[in-house]
């Protein structure tokens, strides 16, 4: 089985455009999260979404947002780039109905705002 | 609100050495998970551990859970250049949604 994928995997973008991050979790699983990780730290969670709807949202502004299609598969939205949205942007998949939540992650996209 | 600190930050290792990693929570875990990262890639999921005294082993790698469920270790025997990466730790954030919180990881260099 394929693990979870996301596209695209390197993207440039300048101060205060728009940017889509897309993700497919595994096959199976419902529950999608994203987590940013700015270089020399830890990911931070931004979403989590199950069964299309949110689940959890963590400290970050109005400007990003996500969705989750019925296919399971999930979009990150960022508008309004700043310098500092600069990082790898990680995508999880898990299946909380089995009653374990292991998250399963993604390669990343790596998301340069110059 | 939670937060795991990890130590050391960094670790060069002469191949064939043992070496550990500690992650260390402010609050009583509840799910705690070791993860691998290449530099600059996805995370790859080594381990998870929920119950106090928990060991489980994977290949080389070790991890433990203590009783009072505030600290885990990850315990490398004989290294290998393959291990070379960075380790995060990471533990439940809500039980409501399906959210870790992370260390800022160990840095891990093999030194042939």
């Known amino acids: 089985d394929a693990g979870v994928t996301q596209s695209p995997t390197h993207l440039i973008k300048t101060r205060g455009q728009h940017v889509t991050l897309r993700c497919s979790p595994i096959s199976g699983h419902k529950s999608v999260s994203w987590y940013q990780q700015v270089l020399g730290q830890g990911p931070q969670f931004i979403f989590q979404?199950?069964?299309?709807?949110?689940?959890g949202r963590g400290n970050f502004p109005d400007r990003f947002s996500a969705r989750q299609f019925p296919n399971y598969s999930s979009e990150l939205n960022v508008n309004a780039l700043l310098l500092g949205d600069s990082a790898l942007y990680l995508c999880?998949?898990?299946?909380?109905?089995?009653?374990?939540?292991?998250?399963?992650f993604g390669p990343g996209t790596r998301l340069t705002v110059l | 609100s939670q937060e795991l600190e990890q130590s050391p930050q960094s670790l060069i290792v002469q191949e064939g050495k043992n070496l550990t990693i500690n992650c260390t929570s402010s609050?009583?875990?509840?799910?705690l998970y070791w993860y691998k990262q290449k530099y600059g890639e996805g995370l790859i999921f080594l381990m998870m551990l929920q119950k106090g005294g928990e060991e489980k082993s994977h290949e080389k790698i070790t991890a433990k859970l203590d009783e009072k469920k505030q600290q885990s270790s990850l315990h490398i025997t004989a290294s290998q250049p393959s291990h070379a990466g960075i380790y995060l730790c990471?533990?439940?954030?809500?039980?409501?949604?399906?959210?870790?919180?992370f260390g800022s990881g160990t840095r891990l260099s093999i030194r042939p």
């Open positions: 979404y199950y069964e299309k709807e949110e689940r």
């Open positions: 990471g533990a439940d954030g809500d039980s409501s949604a399906s959210k870790i919180i």
């Open positions: 999880a998949s898990s299946r909380p109905d089995r009653g374990t939540d292991t998250q399963y």
């Open positions: 609050k009583t875990l509840y799910g």
